[in-house]
């Protein structure tokens, strides 16, 4: 008999893998959308995608009450689209939870190299995905237990950093340079507004491990979303309003070089960087790339786990460990694949084809629900998105759009990722889809 996933995840804790998975986010990549639209068409591309995610994370939800499995939206599509949609969703998915860790631990490592000049930043990136590694092979609980306690931790520090830049907050810095491309720099700003809010699907594949999936998954994925929505304006009007959005986005004025860092260079603005508040908020503000690093290592393990379970990959990547209840097997496979990637250097490129990833999982998923409602209306729903077909329809149209935006400005890494998803796909019809009917034939 296949040894189950543990169940051991309340509301508590789903809200912190919510939260943790995204919240690095707040603290580095979005800023660069400063440079493509300015303060005001960040703005408002941050404004569709907050309305992308308050329509998707409610029709996902219904989703993963129906249908609570640690492969999330492969499971959904190949139930309401068929095997070979739902290997592409499931693909799609794999890619953003494989390709996003790395960039976070490529941050990790420049982070602790601060403190540790001495040690080169890969060797610590490639240190924390053996440690994070290591913790959710040990077990859920306590993988989602240590993800509670860095949250919180990073939840409070963005807190603080509201809290000592809003006394310094001016309107007119807001407004300086707003709009500086126009419309146009609405369209390339998008990526960098879903960047904001990236991952938060991951509470999805954690749903087979909730001790009651249909209340919790609901309580945890909405207060997940309403904190990062709050989280998200806070950090933005706080960290632009200091002094104007190129304080944030150039750490030398006058020079095109970009930084990665906001909140330093806004807080370095009104404490200097010797202060102790400087140092105490930059110190905790780590735990923000740890929750969304360890959190995203957890979910992949999930998404990889399901595609061994159906023979898509190996079997022994479907393997539950037998003493732990933990997907093992998957999650070394994907530290092995996170590491290839990391030691790439091609940070953007990464975090760019991850999006990709992230956009067509969304577009697939809306399609799903869609499909499901018609083609199975008995199916028990224990909760149903509101405003049915508005918001699925609406949270697909969105995402459609950021999928254009996203392969007009950056051709070269649409079509690395289309490529991608087609060779997967070829090796499935080809390969896999023939071994599991001889497996099949021979059974019976």
Not at 71 to 78: E, K, N, P, Q
Not at 426 to 434: D, L, R
Request: proline share 5%.
């Amino acid at each position: 008999m296949e040894k189950a996933l543990s169940r051991s995840l309340g509301p508590l804790l789903l809200w912190g893998l919510g939260v943790g998975y995204v919240i690095s986010g707040m603290y580095f990549g979005w800023n660069l959308g400063l440079a493509e639209g300015g303060s005001l068409g960040l703005a408002i591309a941050t404004g569709g995608v907050i309305v992308l995610y308050i329509t998707f994370t409610f029709s996902y939800t219904e989703l993963a009450c129906a249908i609570p499995r640690a492969g999330g939206v492969f499971d959904y599509a190949s139930r309401g689209l068929g095997r070979d949609w739902g290997f592409v969703a499931g693909v799609a998915q794999l890619i953003e939870f494989l390709f996003a860790p790395p960039a976070i631990a490529a941050a990790i490592g420049a982070y602790f190299h601060i403190f540790l000049p001495g040690i080169p930043v890969t060797a610590i990136a490639i240190a924390a995905y053996f440690v994070f590694t290591a913790l959710n092979i040990y077990g859920v609980k306590a993988a989602a237990g240590f993800e509670l306690i860095v949250t919180v931790l990073a939840v409070a520090e963005l807190l603080i950093f509201s809290g000592v830049c809003f006394p310094h907050f001016s309107f007119a810095n807001l407004e300086r340079n707003a709009f500086p491309h126009g419309w146009k720099g609405i369209w390339a700003a998008v990526p960098f507004a879903v960047w904001f809010f990236l991952g938060l699907e991951g509470v999805a594949n954690v749903a087979e491990e909730a001790k009651r999936p249909q209340r919790d998954v609901l309580l945890g994925f909405g207060s997940a979303l309403l904190t990062l929505i709050v989280l998200c304006v806070l950090v933005f009007v706080a960290a632009t309003g200091v002094a104007g959005w190129e304080a944030i986005v150039y750490p030398t004025p006058g020079v095109a070089e970009t930084s990665d860092s906001p909140l330093p260079l806004a807080l370095a603005r009104i404490t200097g960087t010797g202060g102790w508040i400087y140092h105490l908020l930059i110190t905790i503000g780590l735990m923000g790339l740890v929750a969304s690093f360890h959190g995203l290592v957890l979910a992949a393990g999930r998404a990889t786990m399901e595609f061994g379970r159906v023979r898509y990959l190996p079997a022994s990547a479907g393997r539950v460990h037998s003493r732990r209840g933990t997907p093992a097997n998957a999650l070394l496979i994907n530290m092995v694949v996170g590491i290839a990637a990391l030691l790439s250097g091609k940070t953007a490129d990464i975090i760019t084809i991850s999006v990709f990833g992230a956009l067509t999982l969304y577009v697939l998923a809306m399609v799903s629900l869609l499909v499901l409602r018609k083609k199975e209306p008995g199916l028990e729903r224990p909760f149903r998105v509101p405003q049915y077909p508005i918001f699925p329809i609406v949270a697909l149209v969105i995402a459609s759009v950021c999928l254009v935006a996203m392969v007009t400005l950056n051709v070269k890494l649409s079509i690395i990722y289309f490529s991608l998803l087609l060779v997967s796909y070829i090796w499935f019809h080809f390969f896999v889809k023939k071994m599991l009917h001889g497996q099949q034939s021979i059974a019976s």
